[in-house]
């Protein structure tokens, strides 16, 4: 089981250059095993086309390696406390990919403005508020979580399965290493279209009636979307 997961975090890891999320190795994936409660982690700073699935480090919830020769990714902790805080996830995500660094640097949240958000995300993908001095103090990383899953407050993981924090740059995640990469692909690009319809006419917000019967398209007991019966 956990060698199955550690091959498809690698997968997942080398993912992020298929889909230009990353420059460098600015990004992880990891993946969450609920049985033993160990998470499958990129390397630190390994570069992705050098990755292999023995390279994939194993991580329990309070940060110690159990398996693996190389340091785990610098931001594991904030993938632990998101693995803490939401139950049903098995994959996230991070990079730092242009369009949605671009809207955490400005401290924006991406508002649902059209279909193609609104068929991965039911509303906004939100902004965190920044870090204080005092949580960049205490750990860069952990603290990082603190303030996801703060603006996560009365919001459901599976609905909106990303954000981005301020000053930083996005998360996703999903139900496993390849859901949360494609979650963080639709981010990016929604980033994308949505700063480009803004440039040409300001903030349309989706109508809610047209919202929700989008993401009920590919989402819930109704779902009607490619071939599922
Ligand atoms: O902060 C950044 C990029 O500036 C991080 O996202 C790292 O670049 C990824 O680090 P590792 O996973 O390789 O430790």
Redesign the pocket.
Known sequence: MLEQLKQEVCKANQGLVDHDLVT?????VSGFDPETELLAI?P???PYEELSPADIVLVDLKGNVVEGDLKP???TPTHIELYKAFPGVRGIV?T?SDWGTAWAQAGKSIPCSGTTQADYFYGDIPCTRQLTKEEVQNGYEKETGTVIIEAMQGKNPVEVPGIVVHGH?PFAWGGSPEDALHNAVVLEKVAKMTFLSYQLSGELPLDDYVLQKHYERKHGENAYYGQSK
């Open positions: 460098f190795t600015w990004g992880n990129k630190s700073g390994v990714s610098s931001d991070h730092h740059a």
